[in-house]
Structures are given as structure tokens and as C-alpha cells.
């Protein structure tokens, strides 16, 4: 006999799943800090005071959150046309390039307010063409998206260092990373955000990025429930058939979501490059591109969902390394494993509860129903 399956409230499939999800996440994840000797309890006390009890801790933990919204939105942008990009990464990278161009050539005659538009449009400019190449790959001829998209990656990570060691780098420096970039081209910082709520902040860089992470998920959330272009995108997400038989153009689909997808990656650069370093340097990305596929998993590809679960992660980068810090028999390698097993059960294991919670809330929905229709005849 089938098993009764319902419709989910929204609160369910959007919160009580991914909770169910990342708190078995984390008693694994206690039961693997057991295994060393440690108490898992101090461990997760220690993670959060490390990302939320002072000031420092909490600029670092939404500086690495804005970064991730970006990636995140990234990926759910390509997950609801069906596509899974998982270039992130590369197309960040080369978004980089985009916001170093602008940087050093208008950092030192305009002011951020002027700049941080300018390298925005580059930089998203940059990621979108960086996804075109894949996009018209799978649109065209039918290469899958995952595969070039993956390596893509690598030739992007190539091509920075080409750049930044050949054309770049100033003259006699050593250090592959192009010049410190002049003051209009350094973001402000949200200090006063944080010190609204009493606490004092010294060295996070913490920055205007974050403000418009907020605005991204904003402008998705409208792109994708809200206009004509996102309702051909889920279309063809859901069902390429019925798209293709409804008049929607697939390459012209492909092609606008990835391109958006790779513009948002691309402004992701934004946060480290002009908000954190000024100047761009290798690895600044620091697999964020692919941490956007875990924060979009677990948030269900919907800007309300992305936004706290990339604070989550923020929190596991922030307070894994107090963690690491404060008790030493768990190394950094421990806070990979433990942000690998969130990435698990809030990823790849996302269904393995919903079956059960699904057939509960059926029964439920049927109890209730049955009550009405006896109360109802009751009453006649």
C-alpha cells in the first residue's frame, strides 16, 4: 500500500526540515569530537562565543556569511532552471579581475561611493561572460553543465596566476598580487552596525558587501517569484518539456540563468578584494564558490533560506577556528570534517528525513480531516 504523502507547510519544508537536518549534523559531528577526547559540549559553546560573543567575532562571521549569500545565490539562481553550476568558484575568480580593473584604474580619482558601482558592474560583467562559455556549451551542443563548468574552474585559477605574476604584479615586487589600491577603492566598514548592539569591533573586516549581499537575495527573490523571466526559469527547471512545448526558447533560458548565476559569483570578489585586502591576491575566493552550493542546499534555493544558512557557515568558519584554537587535540582538519558532515545531511542527505516528516503531517492532515467531516455531521 502507497504511503500518504501531503503537501509540506512552508514553515516545514523551509525550517523544520533543514533543522532536523543540521541538528543530527551536529550531534555526528559531537559524537566525532567524543572520538578525540574532546567534550562536544565545550566544543559547541566555544563555536559560539567564538562567532557571536564579541565584536571581532561577529564582523568575521558575516564577513564570511556575505560572501557565501553571493555564492549561494549563485547556485540557486542555475537550481531553479535545472542546472547546476558548480563553477562558482571560477566564475568568483574571474569576477576578481573584473573588480581589480576597476579598482586600479578609478581608485584614485573617484570616491567608494562611485567606485563600488563601477567595480560591481565589472565584476558581475566578468562572472556572467566567464558562465556564457558553459552555458552556450550545454545550450548548443549539449556538453553537461557540471563538467564544464568544473573545469572551468581550473583554467580560471591558471589564468590569475598569469595575471597577477605577468601583467599585474608591479615591477620588482615579489609577491603575485597587484598594487595596493588607492583609497577610493576601499569599501567603509560596518562598525557602527555592530557596535548599535553594544559591542566593540576592532580588526573584522566587516563591510558595505554585506548590505548588498541583502540587496542581491532581495532582487532574486523578485527575479525568480515575481517576473515573467523566473516563471520560464522554474519552467524549464521543473519540466524542459512542458517549457519547450509552452514556446520557451531553452538556449535563450541556458544562457540569461547562467549568465546571472556567474554575475552574481562574480560579485562575491567584491567582499574580500575591495572590502578586505585592497588589492587582489591568489586565493582570495577560499572555496566559497563551492560553500554557495552547501548554503544553497540547505537554505532550499530561496533567498530567505540562503541568508541565514550562510550565517550558519560563517559561524562554522568563524567558530571552528576558536575551536581549533582553544582546544588543540582538534585540528583544523576537525572543523573541515564537522563543516563536511553539515554539508552532508543539509546537502546530499536532504530527503533522508523528508519521507517520514511528509507521511506524519499526511496522517496528521487526514486526523483532522476526518475530525471535521464527524464534527460536521454532528452538526447536521
Known amino acids: 500500500m502507497a504511503k500518504p504523502y501531503a503537501k509540506l507547510p512552508g514553515w516545514v519544508d523551509y525550517g523544520l526540515i533543514p533543522l532536523v537536518n543540521l541538528t543530527v549534523a551536529f550531534v555526528v559531528s559531537g559524537l566525532v569530537v567524543l572520538m ?9 559553546v566555544l563555536m559560539v562565543e567564538g562567532a557571536f560573543s564579541t565584536g571581532d567575532g561577529i564582523g568575521y562571521t558575516l564577513f564570511y556569511a556575505t560572501s557565501f549569500i553571493f555564492t549561494g545565490l549563485c547556485m540557486a539562481v542555475a537550481a531553479h532552471c535545472g542546472l547546476f553550476n558548480i563553477g562558482g568558484e571560477g566564475q568568483a575568480y574571474v569576477g576578481g579581475l573584473g573588480v581589480a580593473i576597476a579598482a ?22 566578468a562572472g556572467a561572460l566567464w558562465a556564457l562559455i558553459p552555458a552556450y556549451l550545454q545550450a548548443r551542443r549539449g556538453s553537461h553543465i557540471v563538467i564544464t563548468t568544473i573545469m572551468f574552474n581550473f583554467i580560471a585559477a591558471s589564468m590569475m596566476v598569469w595575471f597577477l605574476v605577468d601583467v599585474l604584479k608591479p615591477a620588482g615586487q615579489m609577491a603575485p598580487e597587484t598594487r595596493r589600491f588607492g583609497e577610493g577603492a576601499e569599501l567603509p566598514r560596518l562598525d557602527w552596525l555592530i557596535e548599535m548592539f553594544g559591542f566593540t569591533i576592532r580588526s573584522a573586516p566587516f563591510n558595505i558587501t554585506f548590505l548588498l549581499a541583502l540587496v542581491a537575495a532581495f532582487l532574486v527573490w523578485v527575479l525568480i517569484w515575481r517576473t515573467r523571466l523566473g516563471y520560464e526559469m522554474r519552467t524549464m527547471g521543473h519540466n524542459p518539456s512542458a517549457a519547450k512545448y509552452a514556446g520557451i526558447s531553452q538556449t535563450r533560458i541556458i544562457v540569461v540563468a547562467m549568465m546571472i548565476s556567474g554575475a552574481l559569483a562574480g560579485m562575491m570578489a567584491l567582499n574580500p578584494v575591495m572590502g578586505a585586502q585592497g588589492r587582489l591576491q591568489l586565493d582570495f575566493v577560499t572555496g566559497a564558490g563551492f560553500v554557495g552550493i552547501a548554503v544553497a542546499l540547505m537554505g532550499r534555493s530561496h533567498p530567505a533560506g540562503i541568508v541565514p544558512a550562510a550565517i550558519l557557515f560563517g559561524m562554522l568558519y568563524q567558530g571552528g577556528a576558536e575551536i581549533a584554537f582553544e582546544m588543540p587535540a582538534i585540528s583544523r582538519d576537525m572543523i573541515v570534517i564537522i563543516q563536511g558532515l553539515v554539508i552532508l545531511f543539509a546537502g546530499a542527505l536532504e530527503h533522508m528525513f523528508r519521507p517520514s516528516i511528509a507521511a506524519l503531517f499526511a496522517r496528521i492532515s487526514a486526523s483532522r480531516a476526518g475530525a471535521a467531516q464527524v464534527a460536521a455531521g454532528e452538526s447536521n
Not at 578525540?36 to 559547541?44: D, I, K, M, T, Y
Not at 586600479?104 to 560583467?125: E, R
Open 36 to 44: 578525540v577526547g574532546e567534550s562536544p559540549l565545550r566544543a559547541a
Open 104 to 125: 586600479l584604474t578609478f581608485g584614485g580619482m573617484f570616491p567608494w561611493w562611485i567606485n563600488l558601482p563601477l567595480a560591481t558592474a565589472m565584476a558581475a560583467l
